[in-house]
């Protein structure tokens, strides 16, 4: 079974910026649609952004305009590239394979904090 290593997470000021990224084992990464969740504490898990294995994106409104979701198939990576960050980002994010079967990561803490 495919398996997701995140990365990138740690503390940042507001409006600062971090790039998460989600490497994948196997060969088959470029066949996958994957997505970027996150889970706040006491907060329920959601999506921030899609890619499918064709390159089309979609995002949650409350990161339009701030995050970009991408994916570099030649290393079998996703990525998050997140900009003005806000306290309200303060969250452990994870990729997960949208396609089934469903996969996700271990996670990563992201901490927007002064």
């Known amino acids: 079974q495919v398996q997701f290593v995140e990365s990138g997470g740690g503390l940042v000021q507001p409006g600062g910026s971090l790039r998460l990224s989600c490497a994948a084992s196997?060969?088959?990464?470029?066949?996958?649609?994957m997505g970027w969740y996150r889970q706040a504490p006491g907060k329920q898990r959601e999506l921030v952004a899609g890619?499918?294995?064709?390159?089309?994106?979609n995002y949650a409104d409350f990161v339009k305009g701030r995050f970009t979701i991408s994916r570099d198939n030649t290393k079998s990576t996703m990525y998050l590239q997140m900009n003005s960050l806000n306290a309200e980002d303060t969250a452990v994010y994870y990729c997960?394979?949208?396609?089934?079967?469903?996969?996700w990561g271990q996670g990563t803490q992201v901490t927007v904090s002064s």
């Open positions: 196997g060969r088959m990464f470029r066949l996958y649609n």
């Open positions: 890619i499918t294995s064709g390159g089309s994106v």
């Open positions: 997960k394979k949208t396609t089934p079967p469903m996969v």
